[in-house]
């Protein structure tokens, strides 16, 4: 009856969704449960202000917090604008999710750019026929075994094999009828299963990013990748950056847990919908192969990481982490094992490492620069003689947070803007549809081209003296138009604002410096640099003209620029697929010099100097120089 009293009923609009909630939930909450995908950049946090929806009758609802006031217009608010996040419901209602609070599919960089390699998986299997034991043939079950399977392969001899399967062993062995298929991780025996099941071997490669968690189901026979899938990290309910997730972290054991409960639920996640649409059992998956920066690598494996934020920064340990599946709670068969990559230092994780791997740049004799663009950039630089490394804090901007009109690339972000001389602006949207919003790339886009039309100098200030409609001030400072309220799917216009500017000047500055920095200490200039990658989620969709433009990355000729998309996961598919990769990670991380930007002492001028655009040095972007006249 209780229940009863306290249930109410929560309708959500366009999609007609009713469903029951508790007097007091979030609407956020219970539209996830409902499975209605509202937008969030920030798991819910009240941050970005993202999840908007309307609900007329404000008597059914929690009053209006500061949070919301924060993050609402005026006109909003009397329109019956919320947060979803911080509404809760107090009586039957129904909540409307305008279109630029939709979650759309997104157009993720989940694929990244992947070397062929020798298949040489450490998982294997092998379909045995076991002679039955006689008064004459009394050998022990796995004696038994071993001595068949090294009939078969020479090199089978002395092998381990687990407890759990151990204790197993004599029961599967006569159920099946002495006709079996060995399971094995290296040299050790992880599975014994009734039958032939030797062409089942799959193995899952997992990014897990401070924002977004992608995997790649794997057939181990064939190497080929047979289904993809991704989602936002649960952990950032607590926290958009890794620091602020520390910091929870630190306060206690069960912050940790925690924590490490959300990275493994999200794990299973990627899990199961990869298995599912690929009609695979996760018991199938032997072997799952993760990469992540240093702090998700400790929460995962529930390593205390609050050492990793503080001075100097050192991480638990270096090498290649293996634990079985079902002591870490990841659904897949359960004495599968699941191995991390080795990492760097405390800002250079397992997933910078696979990144070098998926280049190759670590066997080349030219010389390469590799930015992997994230909340931390990571930049390597070097050749196959040694590899600098440092990472940077670049902020969420490229991935649309903190930006006024920001989002995610996905179906309705402008991801291409152009502006001709008259000031009209010319922009493409992922899908085609109407612009919600604007991506990284285009933010981009905007910057470079309003610094040749001169509508922002190199300081990045928008100059209030030209005369253009699409130039104007608005409740926070000047602000330029991209589209107009009727071009748009949200009839609100979409503007990059000053402070958006600035937002991005920083983030650049911050990659510009880290890249230069490692190019000075590797005796290395622009004209010696043969190869640049720019790897991360939405490296595809830079137009590597205006990058330069703003100064974000050095000026290299476009023909050395490749874009390699999601690196970190292309990289760990090859060490799960080829033991030779796995090792030469192991030896790699003893190779690669980690520099330590906040203790160097040119770090802060570098900064600095970075900050205009494109460089307070015009000389360090020559080509853009050639241009400086006709710009303006
Ligand atoms: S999800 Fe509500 S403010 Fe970010």
Known sequence: MGDIMNDVKVVFEPYGKRVKAS????????????????????????????????????????????????HLTSSEIISGYRL????????????????????????????????????????RKLHL?????????????????????????????GLDIDYDVLKMLPEILRRSHWDITLVMWDRRIIGVEPGDTSDRIFGLALDIGTSKIVGHLVDLKSGRTIAVASIENPQAVYGEDII???????????????????????????????????GVDPFNVYEVMIVGNTAMHHFFFGI??????????????????????????????????????????????????????ATGMHELSENSILIDIGTNTEVFVGNRDYLLCCSCASGPAFEGAHIKHGMRAVTGAIEKVHIDNNFDVKYETIGGVKPLGVCGSA????????????????????????????????????????????????????????????????????????????????????????????????????????????GLIPDVTSEKIRFVGNTAVAGAKMALISKEMRNAAEQLVEKIRYHELAADPNFNQEFINALNIPHRFIGRFPSIRKHLKSFR
């Open 23 to 70: 007097v007091g939930e979030l609407v956020f909450s219970i539209a996830e449960k409902a499975g209605v995908a509202i937008r969030s950049e920030c798991g819910g946090r009240g941050v970005c202000g993202k999840c908007k929806v309307i609900i007329l009758d404000q008597n059914a609802i929690s009053k209006l917090s500061d949070i919301e006031m924060n």
């Open 84 to 123: 979803a996040c911080q509404t809760r419901v107090l009586k039957n209602v129904v909540v409307a999710v305008p279109p630029e609070s939709i979650m759309q599919p997104p157009k993720l960089m989940i694929l990244g750019f992947e070397r062929d390699v020798k298949l040489s998986p450490v998982v």
């Open 129 to 157: 026929l076991l002679p039955e034991p006689t008064l004459s043939d009394i050998r022990p079950d796995f004696e038994r075994l071993l001595e068949s399977a090294q009939e078969r392969f020479k090199d089978f001899g």
């Open 244 to 278: 602020t997730r520390i910091t929870h972290a630190s306060k206690g054991d069960a912050n940790l847990k925690e924590l490490q409960r959300l990275a493994v639920d999200g794990i299973n996640k990627v899990l199961h919908e990869v298995c599912e649409n690929s």
């Open 304 to 357: 205390q990481p609050k050492y990793v934020a503080q001075s100097p920064y050192v991480p638990a340990l270096r090498k290649a982490v293996s634990v079985k599946a079902k002591d870490l709670g990841v659904d897949a068969y359960p004495c599968g094992i699941v191995t991390s990559l080795p990492i760097v230092a405390g800002f250079v994780g397992a997933d910078a490492v696979a990144d070098v791997i």
């Open 443 to 550: 933010v981009i886009d905007v910057i470079a081209e309003m610094f040749k039309h001169g509508i922002i100098d190199a300081n990045g200030r928008i100059n209030s003296q030209i005369e253009s409609p699409r130039i104007r001030a608005s409740n926070e400072g000047l602000e330029f138009v991209i589209a107009w309220k009727d071009e748009t799917a949200t009839g609100r216009e979409i503007t990059v604002t000053q402070k958006d500017i600035r937002e991005f000047q920083l983030a650049k500055a911050a990659i510009y410096s880290a890249c230069s920095i490692l190019m000075k200490k590797r005796g290395l200039s622009e004209e010696k640099i043969d190869f640049l990658f720019i790897a991360g989620a939405f490296g595809n969709y830079i137009n590597p003209e205006n990058a330069k433009v703003i």
